[in-house]
């Protein structure tokens, strides 16, 4: 961070240094956690590290490792429950990168599981965490290759859904908006699986906020969040919160978007959900970049500068270089303002 002027390089390694240390001892928690084989059955760990994932992924990742390395150990590794494992290992390296890992494991379970003609639950969902792991990088090509193959792999099991959905919104990313609506609006009915439902509510919720349809935007994201809050899944509520939170900022509503913002980011940090942590200090250092405090004519520039400079920071360990780019681009902005 040195390119960065004295005071802001210096508050961005505060900043840093604070999160670093919340992260560690997060993650010295975790070595409490061990699995005593004689306690628990294996269906029952796997089921406690899924939901630890809502509060601690250090430790969820842990409980599974150790699984993994149980089930090699005594040579069952081709079980269901080694592919569970693999599969909720994955969305963790997704969280907490480095995404290089995460694809890596992926593209290994895909080969395992094409090997193996009762694995096709377990390779569809590899195929689709292999799409999100390219897209949370910025490989939106690969990204969308991934899901494809995920949804001609789904023809199989009976649920297209979910990764048509995931296909148009690659389409969306690469801003290809053509239809898009229609095409995702034909997807709902009444007997969406409820994840998949939020899922689309979600995405539904993205592309209106870029088109600039922000009540629609705002309905969507808030409906999205009631399911996932409903099904319990912590980080997924807190992404759309995030989302939400990007609506009452283009709508001018910058405390409400900075209070979302700040949800999200202490939410992050709570779980060791780094990727989530990085997203939210890039949107909390944009909103700075507009928000004026009470009493003051002018946005704290500071406050921006010193957010996106740790997303920054924290996207280049995760592996996603765009979202880096992004931060890096908007601190040259907040440069300019400042002039």
Same mark, same amino acid.
Do not use: P
């Given at each position: 961070?040195?390119?960065?002027?004295?005071?802001?390089?210096d508050s961005a390694h505060t900043?840093?240094?604070? =999160?670093?240390?919340?992260?560690?001892?997060?993650?010295?928690?975790?070595?409490?956690?061990?699995?005593?084989h004689s306690d628990e059955n294996v269906s029952d760990v796997i089921f406690r590290a899924q939901l630890m994932k809502n509060t601690n992924l250090f430790a969820s990742k842990k409980i599974l490792d150790s699984v993994v390395e149980y089930l090699k150990d005594t040579k069952i590794e081709?079980?269901?429950?080694?592919?569970?494992? $693999?599969?909720?290992?994955?969305?963790?390296y997704i969280q907490q990168g480095p995404l290089a890992t995460a694809i890596t494991l992926a593209q290994n379970?895909?080969?395992?599981?094409?090997?193996?003609?009762?694995?096709?639950?377990?390779?569809? $969902?590899?195929?689709?965490?292999?799409?999100?792991?390219?897209?949370?990088?910025?490989?939106i090509v690969n990204a969308k290759t991934s899901y494809q193959a995920?949804?001609? =792999?789904?023809?199989? =099991?009976?649920?297209?859904?979910?990764?048509?959905?995931?296909?148009?919104?690659?389409?969306h990313l690469k801003n290809d908006n053509t239809g898009v609506i229609d095409k995702l609006n034909k997807i709902c009915h009444a007997d969406l699986d409820l994840s998949v439902k939020g899922t689309l509510?979600?995405?539904?919720?993205?592309?209106?906020?870029?088109?600039?349809?922000?009540?629609?935007?705002?309905?969507?994201?808030h409906?999205?969040?009631?399911?996932?809050?409903?099904?319990g899944n912590k980080i997924k509520f807190d992404i759309c919160q995030s989302e939400l939170g990007r609506v009452y900022r283009a709508t001018g509503d910058f405390s409400k978007a900075l209070e979302l913002q700040k949800e999200l980011y202490q939410s992050a940090l709570k779980r060791g959900d780094i990727a989530n942590l990085g997203i939210s200090c890039s949107l909390l250092g944009f909103t700075y970049q507009y928000y004026r405090p009470l009493h003051s004519s002018n946005p704290d520039l500071n406050l921006s500068v010193q957010y996106l400079a740790v997303g920054m920071q924290l996207s280049i360990e995760v592996?996603?270089?765009d979202k880096a780019g992004w931060c890096l681009n908007n601190i040259a902005k907040a440069y300019i303002k400042g002039k």
């Open positions: 961070m040195e390119f960065l002027l004295k005071n802001h390089e900043l840093l240094g604070e =999160i670093r240390r919340r992260l560690r001892a997060l993650e010295q928690d975790s070595c409490v956690q061990q699995w005593c081709v079980s269901d429950y080694f592919y569970q494992c $693999q599969i909720e290992r994955l969305s963790i379970i895909v080969d395992q599981c094409k090997q193996c003609s009762t694995r096709t639950r377990y390779l569809f $969902q590899a195929c689709m965490l292999l799409g999100e792991a390219y897209q949370s990088g910025g490989d995920a949804k001609q =792999i789904a023809t199989s =099991i009976g649920d297209r859904t979910n990764a048509k959905i995931h296909i148009v919104w690659c389409r509510l979600y995405v539904l919720g993205c592309i209106h906020r870029v088109l600039a349809h922000f009540e629609k935007a705002e309905e969507m994201l409906n999205a969040c009631q399911v996932f809050s409903e099904l592996g996603a270089k």
